[in-house]
């Protein structure tokens, strides 16, 4: 465990998440909803006797927009959340500090190894519900999932624009945020990433207005991600 120092400089601080700047390296933090436990091995840091978890925007695309200067991802405390794709819940567990107590995150994913690893990884966190199932059957998770303040798409599939957009017509409130980070080669490997995250764009505007568009270089190569909401 570390403290936050003085030579650490802030360069974003919101309610959700605090950017900050070390030897001009930025480093983003999410308050611990579980002091004193790790998800990934990441870093705990304390500043007044709070606790913060280190996210890594490497091992996660929803940091990588944020530290590519995105201020807003449109979560809040106590949202609840639709999060598909959610892997071993490296960002998952950051998303469940950031709607806290009061919020629920629905973590879905369609591999059982992963699905394990994330019921391992987040014990403690009462407000994950690990769900085993494929994105693409919305009936089958329309007995088990609620209305959504926000859904969070990280799906590596040809067809995961689809996936999306199925998820919102069946899940998402009216007011609601809807979350796609692209992966260009999972659609299609003989076109230029831009192509596609144009086509994608494109695609999307018909339906919705877009918040924010980034691509998550260097953190993430060959992705973008798009924050949108109805018109």
Same mark, same amino acid.
């Given at each position: 465990?570390?403290?936050? #120092?003085? @030579?650490?400089?802030?360069? &974003?601080?919101? /309610?959700?998440?605090?950017?900050?700047? *070390?030897?001009? #390296?930025?480093?983003?933090? &999410?308050?611990?909803?579980?002091?004193?436990? !790790? +998800?990934?091995?990441?870093?705990?840091?304390k500043q007044n006797n709070i606790? $913060?978890?280190?996210?890594?925007?490497?091992?996660?695309?929803?940091?990588?927009?944020?530290?590519?200067?995105? /201020? @807003?991802?449109?979560? #809040?405390?106590?949202? +609840?959340?639709?999060?598909?794709?959610?892997?071993?819940?490296?960002?998952?567990?950051?998303?469940?500090?950031?709607?806290?107590?009061?919020?629920?995150?629905? %973590?879905?994913?369609?591999?059982? =190894?992963?699905? =394990?690893?994330?019921?391992?990884?987040?014990?403690?966190?009462? @407000?994950?519900?690990?769900?085993?199932?494929?994105?693409?059957?919305?009936? *089958?998770?329309?007995? =088990?999932?609620?209305?959504?303040?926000?859904?969070?798409?990280?799906?590596?599939?040809?067809?995961?624009?689809?996936?999306?957009?199925?998820?919102?017509? %069946?899940?998402?409130?009216?007011?609601?945020?809807?979350?796609?980070?692209?992966?260009? !080669?999972?659609?299609?490997?003989?076109? $230029?990433?831009?192509?596609?995250?144009?086509?994608? =764009?494109?695609?999307?505007?018909?339906?919705?207005?877009?918040?924010?568009? #980034? &691509?998550?270089?260097?953190?993430? /190569?060959?992705?973008?991600?798009?924050?949108?909401?109805? /018109?």
């Open positions: 465990m570390i403290s936050l #120092r003085f @030579n650490i400089k802030m360069i &974003t601080k919101s /309610k959700i998440f605090e950017v900050y700047e *070390e030897k001009g #390296r930025k480093k983003l933090y &999410t308050l611990n909803l579980t002091p004193g436990r !790790r +998800v990934y091995d990441e870093q705990l840091v606790e $913060y978890r280190e996210w890594d925007a490497y091992g996660s695309k929803l940091a990588a927009i944020i530290l590519n200067g995105c /201020k @807003n991802i449109f979560l #809040r405390k106590s949202d +609840v959340v639709l999060y598909l794709g959610s892997a071993s819940g490296t960002t998952a567990s950051h998303v469940s500090d950031i709607v806290g107590k009061g919020g629920l995150v629905f %973590a879905v994913d369609v591999a059982p =190894r992963v699905m =394990r690893d994330l019921v391992f990884n987040c014990e403690g966190r009462k @407000n994950i519900a690990p769900i085993l199932a494929d994105a693409n059957h919305t009936k *089958e998770l329309m007995e =088990r999932i609620s209305l959504v303040d926000v859904i969070y798409q990280d799906i590596a599939q040809k067809h995961q624009v689809d996936i999306f957009l199925k998820n919102i017509n %069946a899940f998402l409130k009216k007011d609601g945020y809807a979350i796609i980070a692209i992966k260009a !080669r999972s659609i299609d490997v003989t076109k $230029y990433p831009k192509q596609i995250f144009k086509e994608v =764009r494109e695609r999307l505007e018909k339906e919705f207005i877009i918040v924010d568009y #980034r &691509t998550l270089e260097p953190y993430q /190569k060959d992705h973008c991600m798009f924050i949108c909401k109805n /018109k």
